[in-house]
């Protein structure tokens, strides 16, 4: 079993929906939790850093963490077609240690 | 200004064959990763080192060899390639004392092995 699972979709919305993205994990003790945007051909780029539990909002994004169920959510608000993308959830014990990536959730916005 | 570079992007060679990439970054920072991601977008860590010295070594074959030359570099050689070598190649940065858990990605390093 992978450490991080996420469904890899790929997920098709119209444009101005409200897209929700998950990942589970096994491991209690990740403590950072991240999500990347990627788009085609690009590396990744950090979208929302959460530590512990909680909600965190930016704009159109807001991350949820809930440690007791092992669950990160990333919503996206009246999605755009430049959301089109691939998300990835991202964790890690402390800071400085290393990543552990989902597969990505890849995402398009019609139009 | 960019802040986490690669080179080559595209890299197209036949097995067996030995090849380096080289990853800078310009941000300062002290850790730096190198990252494969397969076919199915998923990223799995190789190599981390900080400040010149190795601190992650995940199950990878020793083809693979990281080398860093000083805290802005960090070079990856691959000893006789192998089909299976093909994949994208992602190097990273982090100061986790300043950016805490931010690692900031190149634009990846894509690899085909014939």
């Known amino acids: 079993q992978k450490e991080v699972e996420q469904d890899p979709g790929p997920l098709s919305v119209p444009e101005g929906a409200i897209v929700s993205l998950n990942c589970t994990y096994s491991?209690?003790?990740?403590?950072?939790f991240m999500w990347y945007r990627q788009y085609s051909r690009k590396g990744p780029e950090l979208l929302m850093y959460?530590?512990?539990?909680g909600n965190k909002e930016d704009g159109r994004f807001t991350a949820q963490v809930d440690k007791s169920s092992k669950y990160i959510s990333l919503f996206i608000r009246d999605s755009q077609p430049s959301d089109s993308a691939t998300y990835l959830c991202?964790?890690?014990?402390?800071?400085?240690?290393?990543?552990?990536f989902g597969t990505g959730t890849s995402l398009t916005v019609i139009p | 200004d960019t802040a986490v570079s690669q080179t080559p992007k595209y890299l197209v060679t036949q097995m067996g064959n030995d090849k380096s990439i080289k990853c800078e970054q310009n941000?300062?920072?002290?850790?730096m990763y190198w990252y494969k991601q397969d076919s199915k977008k998923f990223l799995k860590i190789m190599f981390s080192?900080?400040?010149?010295?190795?601190?992650i070594n995940e199950t990878v074959p020793n083809r693979f060899s990281p080398k860093s030359p000083d805290k802005a570099h960090l070079n990856l050689h691959i000893n006789s390639l192998e089909l299976g070598d093909s994949a994208v190649y992602f190097c990273?940065?982090?100061?986790?004392?300043?950016?805490?858990?931010?690692?900031?990605f190149g634009p990846g390093t894509r690899l085909l092995v014939l």
């Open positions: 990273a940065s982090s100061h986790p004392r300043t950016t805490g858990e931010t690692q900031y």
């Open positions: 491991n209690s003790a990740f403590q950072y």
């Open positions: 959460t530590y512990s539990s």
């Open positions: 991202a964790m890690s014990y402390y800071t400085g240690n290393q990543f552990y």
């Open positions: 941000l300062g920072h002290d850790t």
């Open positions: 080192y900080n400040n010149k010295e190795l601190i």
